[in-house]
């Protein structure tokens, strides 16, 4: 494990990279001896060598986060016949826009199911999803400078995993996970040190979705990984200054099971490390919603997710 992510995820991370399924720019490691993958307007190290300056505008072209600005192809097809990828790859993070983060992927990584997966089929029950997620969303904008936190919770594991997969995926926060700017942090890893957690998967999660390595002295603190964490998200994703609330960090535990909603020292511990006045959204498949946050420290909103009925009003496609 790295940075206290499980090795599943990490697995699923680099996957993702190497499957070209637009999670993140592929990873230079995951590529060398491969020649089935085809060239990535985003990823030099899949360029032709023999490429000069007219092939380069021809692929770059149409891809261009700014029409009117384009980077100087001639020096690019010298970095490229000089192999010197690296270069090459910071330089069109300055002028193109890295493919969009597959929503339906990173969900399944972390919650293991699939959009395609769910088939909701009680009208009642889409209806109280909406209202769930809209109180969600109240919290989360809630005024002020406290930190704000919503405690999700329900005794009905199903409920808890169609609710995240239905608010990361169909409100206007899904905007914020294609452009990494929603980090999902396992409890377990949370666990491992409440403290310091928020640092280390951060930096895991911004050297995943940007494919490139971080210095851990950007990560020092919460703080300065938030700011980093935006800023390298704004740099590759190209997300304009001041766009709102939905690209704003979010961070979210997710299956805060007994274990952390019971241990209130690490709990809070956590709560302590999100820089006011950001979110954090909290969800648990136990019906457990643990102790109580200190009030002085954070807005918090505790949201009880529930079917309808008792009989289950989801059908898995399994």
């Not at 919290?139 to 400078?145: C, K, N, R």
């Not at 740099?235 to 960090?249: D, N, S």
Request: charged letters at 20%.
């Amino acid at each position: 494990e790295k940075c206290g992510l499980p090795s599943h995820i990490l697995n699923a991370f680099n996957g993702f990279a190497q499957t070209g399924t637009k999670f993140s720019p592929p990873r230079p490691r995951l590529l060398r001896g491969s020649s089935d993958i085809p060239v990535k307007y985003y990823d030099p190290r899949r360029w032709p060598k023999h490429w000069t300056a007219v092939e380069i505008e021809r692929l770059l072209g149409r891809n261009l986060a700014n029409p009117k600005v384009a980077p100087n192809y001639k020096s690019l097809a010298m970095l490229l016949q000089s192999e010197d990828f690296e270069s090459l790859r910071r330089l069109l993070a300055d002028y193109v826009k890295a493919p969009e983060i597959n929503v339906d992927m990173y969900l399944q990584t972390f919650l293991g199911v699939r959009m395609s997966d769910i088939d909701i089929h009680v009208e009642a029950q889409l209806k109280r999803n909406t209202e769930d997620m809209q109180g969600v969303e109240r919290a989360l904008s809630v005024g002020g400078d406290e930190r704000h936190i919503v405690i999700c919770h329900s005794l009905f594991p199903w409920v808890a995993t169609e609710f995240v997969r239905s608010f990361l995926s169909t409100t206007g926060y899904a905007a914020g996970v294609k452009c990494g700017r929603v980090l999902i942090c396992p409890s377990d890893a949370i666990l491992q040190d409440p403290s310091n957690a928020l640092c280390r998967l951060s930096q895991e999660h911004v050297e995943a979705v940007t494919g490139f390595p971080q210095s851990p002295a950007n990560f020092c603190n919460p703080v300065v990984a938030y700011n980093t964490w935006e800023a390298e998200t704004e740099r590759l994703f190209h997300i304009p200054t001041g766009e709102g609330k939905y690209v704003a960090p979010l961070v979210i535990v997710w299956d805060a099971d007994d274990k952390l909603l019971g241990n209130p020292c690490a709990f809070e511990q956590f709560c302590r490390s999100i820089p006011s006045p950001h979110g954090l959204i909290v969800v648990s498949r136990s019906g457990n919603v643990g102790s109580t946050v200190d009030r002085s420290l954070a807005n918090v909103t505790a949201i009880p997710l529930g079917p309808v009925c008792e009989r289950t009003c989801i059908k898995w496609k399994h």
